[in-house]
């Protein structure tokens, strides 16, 4: 996972700086995003799209990680983006981001949401139910807008993942079913709309793949029902829209694909379906954010106290945890971690496992990890955490949430500060129901 870049003198260093130096400068624990790291893989998405000379849109999972510097970063980059909430709508908003590049996804978009969707003009509303589309057509006509819409549809296909993220097999809360007929039912009903305009058929199978077998089955799929939808209808999408959840490497054990290599995979059994159904090529459009966000995150904790169960185990616990690193927790998912100042350890090293500070037993972010002996005050990073870290972050036990810096040719800047123990109380009011009883 690090390159040789990232490690000079045995310390690592994020770009271009020494962690160490980036722990003392902006305290623990940090959220740290190494930017180069973001706009290579960016690039390498959109070079196997021109260099296929296919039409194609690359737009960015915010669930994966997003804030305004964010948005702004992705906007250099003229990368879209796909958002699931007023919450992230607003600061794409806020940043400046070009609307007609946002895509609104969601199971259960708010009224509110969808107002605020149509008067901002979002570049496209992703579909997801029956009731989304009453509810679009009595806001349109309201606002006497238009808007550009998708459908999406789940393919029946289960992505080799785990089963709180897959998304695409038939009993999943995502999308028209497309083996029941419902996904003929709502093209019917948005074709009959004249204030929507369908551009294309969305589909998203799940999250962390490292086979293409899922992509090729869904591919294949969504042609067949260009097909179908031609052949019935006289409608062909001219957009398809293939979601994300290409993998990445956590820990030794994961062997995944460069993510570019599923687009190119993607490409060719497209290209491959529509010539043999004699269809027009469609553009392409990705969600990527895993894949982007997720390697270029670090997170940096101090070692605190340390715990030794003879012939059991040893805790070494560190000043973050599930309030700023959820997954371990809720799905037992795996990092890798390294000491800041000892990369590749020259002496002595001991069988440890990584825990938060947070009141739960669950709190551990890496489990049996060899690590070199660790002392209070050290450094510790834990990698690849850039996606679904910060964003599922939490205030749990009353901690703030951590700091979030970019970092980019030797200079890092904050992106999010640090909530500080007043942030924790500055929404809450006091109660005054008791008065009237003393």
């Given at each position: 996972m690090?390159?040789?870049t990232?490690?000079?003198?045995?310390?690592?260093?994020?770009?271009?700086?020494?962690?160490?130096?980036?722990?003392?400068?902006?305290?623990?624990?940090?959220?740290?995003?190494?930017?180069?790291?973001?706009?290579?893989?960016?690039?390498?998405?959109?070079?196997?799209?021109?260099?296929?000379?296919?039409?194609?849109?690359?737009?960015?999972?915010?669930?994966?990680?997003?804030?305004?510097?964010?948005?702004?970063l992705?906007?250099?980059?003229?990368?879209?983006?796909?958002?699931?909430?007023?919450?992230?709508?607003?600061?794409?908003q806020?940043?400046?981001?070009?609307?007609?590049?946002?895509?609104?996804?969601?199971?259960?978009?708010?009224?509110?949401?969808?107002?605020?969707?149509?008067?901002?003009?979002?570049?496209?509303?992703?579909?997801?139910?029956?009731?989304e589309?009453?509810?679009?057509?009595?806001?349109?006509?309201?606002?006497?807008?238009?808007?550009d819409?998708?459908?999406?549809?789940?393919?029946?296909?289960?992505?080799?993942?785990?089963?709180?993220?897959?998304?695409?097999?038939?009993?999943?809360?995502?999308?028209?079913?497309?083996?029941?007929?419902?996904?003929?039912?709502?093209?019917?009903?948005?074709?009959?709309?004249?204030?929507?305009?369908?551009?294309?058929?969305?589909?998203?199978?799940g999250?962390?793949?490292?086979?293409?077998?899922?992509?090729?089955?869904e591919?294949?799929?969504?042609?067949?029902?260009?097909?179908h939808?031609?052949?019935?209808?006289?409608?062909?999408?001219?957009?398809?829209?293939?979601?994300?959840?290409?993998?990445?490497?956590y820990?030794?054990?994961?062997?995944?694909?460069?993510?570019?290599?599923?687009?190119?995979?993607?490409?060719?059994?497209?290209q491959?379906?529509?010539?043999?159904?004699k269809?027009?090529?469609?553009?392409?459009?990705?969600?990527?954010?895993?894949?982007?966000?997720?390697?270029?995150?670090?997170?940096?904790?101090?070692?605190?106290?340390?715990?030794?169960?003879?012939?059991?185990?040893?805790?070494?616990?560190?000043?973050g945890?599930?309030?700023?690193?959820?997954?371990?927790?809720?799905?037992?998912?795996?990092?890798?971690?390294?000491?800041?100042?000892?990369?590749?350890?020259?002496?002595?090293?001991?069988?440890?496992?990584?825990?938060?500070?947070?009141?739960?037993?669950?709190?551990?972010?890496?489990?049996?990890?060899?690590?070199p002996?660790?002392?209070?005050?050290?450094?510790?990073?834990?990698?690849?955490?850039?996606?679904?870290g910060?964003?599922?972050?939490?205030?749990?036990?009353?901690?703030?949430?951590?700091?979030?810096?970019?970092?980019?040719?030797?200079?890092?800047?904050?992106?999010?500060?640090?909530?500080?123990?007043?942030?924790?109380?500055?929404?809450?009011?006091?109660?005054?129901?008791?008065?009237?009883?003393?």
């Amino acid at each position: 996972m690090l390159a040789k870049t990232d490690v000079q003198d045995n310390q690592l260093v994020i770009g271009g700086i020494p962690a160490t130096k980036l722990a003392d400068q902006f305290a623990t624990p940090l959220q740290v995003y190494d930017v180069a790291k973001i706009r290579a893989q960016i690039h390498a998405f959109q070079r196997v799209f021109t260099e296929n000379g296919i039409e194609y849109a690359v737009s960015y999972a915010s669930k994966a990680f997003a804030c305004i510097a964010m948005y702004q970063l992705l906007a250099q980059e003229h990368v879209h983006i796909d958002v699931v909430s007023a919450g992230e709508l607003f600061t794409a908003q806020q940043a400046g981001f070009p609307m007609g590049h946002v895509s609104f996804h969601g199971n259960n978009k708010s009224i509110a949401e969808l107002e605020m969707a149509v008067r901002l003009h979002v570049g496209v509303i992703i579909l997801d139910n029956f009731t989304e589309i009453k509810q679009l057509a009595t806001i349109l006509e309201q606002e006497a807008a238009t808007c550009d819409v998708m459908i999406r549809v789940s393919p029946a296909v289960s992505a080799h993942t785990h089963e709180f993220i897959q998304t695409g097999q038939q009993d999943s809360k995502f999308g028209f079913d497309m083996l029941t007929g419902q996904a003929d039912q709502v093209l019917q009903q948005v074709l009959a709309q004249p204030r929507m305009k369908v551009v294309g058929v969305h589909s998203h199978i799940g999250s962390q793949i490292f086979d293409t077998t899922g992509f090729q089955i869904e591919t294949k799929k969504l042609v067949d029902l260009m097909k179908h939808w031609q052949t019935k209808f006289d409608y062909v999408p001219a957009i398809i829209n293939v979601g994300g959840g290409f993998g990445i490497k956590y820990t030794d054990d994961d062997q995944p694909l460069a993510p570019e290599k599923f687009v190119g995979q993607i490409i060719t059994t497209l290209q491959s379906e529509v010539a043999k159904e004699k269809l027009p090529l469609p553009a392409v459009w990705i969600e990527p954010g895993r894949s982007i966000a997720g390697p270029a995150g670090t997170s940096l904790y101090r070692v605190g106290t340390s715990k030794t169960i003879p012939e059991v185990r040893k805790y070494v616990a560190v000043d973050g945890g599930m309030g700023d690193n959820i997954r371990p927790a809720l799905y037992g998912a795996k990092y890798d971690a390294v000491v800041a100042d000892e990369v590749r350890p020259t002496g002595k090293t001991e069988l440890v496992t990584l825990a938060g500070k947070y009141c739960e037993s669950g709190d551990v972010l890496i489990k049996n990890i060899e690590l070199p002996v660790l002392h209070t005050g050290q450094v510790v990073a834990v990698l690849a955490t850039g996606a679904y870290g910060y964003s599922m972050a939490s205030n749990y036990n009353r901690n703030p949430r951590p700091a979030v810096i970019f970092v980019e040719n030797g200079q890092a800047e904050v992106v999010v500060k640090r909530e500080t123990t007043a942030d924790l109380v500055r929404l809450d009011q006091p109660f005054t129901l008791g008065e009237a009883n003393k």
